[in-house]
């Protein structure tokens, strides 16, 4: 699948934008210019050649805060993402096989989490558990985890009618065996589309929590908290808002670029995609032959 992905223009842009996003969060603190929290008696300064974006209200250099920033960002996103993977794909997995009870279980559970508001749920779990990040992102994964519960069942149920799956199970086949050899990989795709899409949402999700001020205490920098500061300033520094917001889009827009790129390249239209590939291939290699015939 990772070289259907990189066969595709999108997936190819897409897997770019994301590897940089995460460099930036592994070596953002080593790269910062400057102490990220250090203030200055320069404020709200343009752009120079000591500060490449600026200085903010308090004189601290903003490229800097930028890059120190992505790490709580991308890390907050990934547990939103890998939470909701978790919580939610396995018992959407089980809830096939495992009886009546645990699958009505599982599905009203699935329909409260729908109806809660995440992000108010996130910010009541805040004032209860204290001000922090991980769990607010522990919580709001859970509460997003239907959606790979929903697409992890459907996608079950579909190879679970199999003749062949059917056939493994009358041979006395566990149900562990069964997930693993036949039906995980059938999943898999689905799952992998949820997952892009939702390390996009876990980024809208940390932007939103920080720019209220919630999950990271200040003066910790993050895309979403320079964002709020930066709007009360804008009459001195209008462009302020735009690395942020230009951050937190183009990794939102690569998240979404990715799960298409995934989705084309996967069930019929991956199939489809490898015969064309394939049938060029042979066209091309029986091109030549054909003008040594002719000759």
Known sequence: MVRRVLSLTSGRIAVAILVLIALLAVCGPWLAPQDPLATSDNTLASASGAHWL??????????????????????????????ALVVGAIPGILSVYSGRVFEWLTLRLADTLVALPFLLFAIAVIALLGNGITQAMLVTGALVSPLFYRVSRAATLAVARSPYVEAAIVSGASTGWVVRRHVWVKVLPPIAVALAQTIGVG?????????????????????????????????????????????????????????????????????????????????????????????
């Open 54 to 83: 600026g200085t903010d209200y308090l004189g601290r250099d903003v490229f800097s805060r930028l890059l120190d920033g992505s790490r709580v960002s991308v890390l907050g996103s990934l547990e939103v993402a890998l939470t």
């Open 203 to 295: 980024f809208v999700i940390v932007s939103s929590l920080t720019f209220l001020g919630i999950g990271v205490q200040p003066p910790a920098p993050t895309w979403g908290g320079l964002l709020a500061s930066d709007l009360g300033y804008l009459s001195h520094q209008p462009w302020a808002p735009v690395p942020p917001a230009l951050l937190i889009m183009v990794t939102v827009w690569a998240c979404n670029l990715l799960a298409d790129a995934i989705r084309d390249v996967s069930g019929e239209a991956g199939r489809a995609l490898v015969n064309r590939r394939k049938a060029r291939d042979r066209s091309g290699a029986s091109a030549p032959l054909s003008v040594g015939g002719s000759r």
